[in-house]
């Protein structure tokens, strides 16, 4: 494996609010470089998915990620918010496809089953685990830690589980334990 660590952008969509965390992977070495949110103001929809766009465009030119991970939709009770949730999954995919960027898409199980080793966690649950593999002093915001797991998961299949200690600590029956 390269000694140059691999820069990971997640993405965590939202028409509201798009988290976004971008970790560096350096064999099995987790390291957050940023994370935050995009929040688009009430307004039209194009112009709103526009923000998105624009806004994880300069997200990707200032931190320079390698690859992009982003959480699939998945379908809600109310087919129109889940119809909204793709478009703006659709508007942050085209930023990372305009940077010429490869995509990985992984549901909310999956990310969560990578990260805190069940898929039905708590929000709490997944922004300690992301809190605790990358050292951070405090709990990212839930729109963050979401883009931050989505990031870990990545680094996580693209290791393979076994691969990827983080920290002081170690795998037990999918779980990271000290």
Same mark, same amino acid.
């Given at each position: 494996?390269?000694?140059?660590?691999?820069?990971?952008?997640?993405?965590?969509?939202?028409?509201?609010?798009?988290?976004?965390?971008?970790?560096?992977?350096?064999?099995?070495?987790?390291?957050?470089?940023?994370?935050?949110?995009?929040?688009?103001?009430?307004?039209? %929809? *194009?112009? /709103?998915?526009?923000?998105? +766009? &624009?806004?994880?465009?300069? =997200?990707?030119?200032?931190?320079?990620?390698?690859?992009?991970?982003?959480?699939?939709?998945?379908?809600?009770?109310?087919?129109?918010?889940?119809?909204?949730?793709?478009?703006?999954?659709?508007?942050?995919?085209?930023?990372?496809?305009?940077?010429? %960027? *490869?995509? /990985?898409?992984?549901?909310? +199980? &999956?990310?969560?089953?990578? =990260?805190?080793?069940?898929?039905?966690?708590?929000?709490?649950?997944?922004?300690?685990?992301?809190?605790?593999?990358?050292?951070?002093?405090?709990?990212?915001?839930?729109?963050?830690?979401?883009?931050?797991?989505?990031?870990?998961?990545?680094?996580?299949?693209?290791?393979?589980?076994?691969?990827?200690?983080?920290?002081?600590?170690?795998?037990?029956?999918?779980?990271?334990?000290?």
């Amino acid at each position: 494996m390269s000694s140059y660590p691999r820069r990971i952008l997640g993405i965590d969509p939202g028409l509201r609010i798009t988290g976004f965390g971008i970790i560096d992977v350096a064999g099995s070495r987790l390291t957050c470089i940023a994370s935050g949110a995009i929040h688009s103001k009430d307004g039209e %929809l *194009p112009e /709103r998915l526009g923000v998105i +766009l &624009q806004d994880l465009g300069e =997200v990707i030119a200032l931190y320079a990620p390698v690859e992009v991970a982003i959480e699939k939709v998945f379908v809600n009770v109310n087919p129109q918010s889940t119809l909204l949730l793709g478009q703006a999954r659709g508007a942050a995919i085209s930023a990372a496809v305009l940077a010429r %960027l *490869p995509v /990985r898409e992984y549901t909310a +199980l &999956q990310v969560k089953q990578a =990260v805190v080793g069940h898929g039905k966690a708590a929000k709490e649950q997944v922004q300690e685990m992301v809190m605790r593999l990358l050292g951070l002093d405090g709990r990212p915001s839930p729109d963050a830690a979401d883009a931050l797991a989505c990031a870990i998961a990545h680094a996580h299949g693209t290791q393979g589980m076994g691969g990827l200690v983080a920290g002081n600590y170690r795998r037990r029956a999918g779980r990271f334990i000290r």
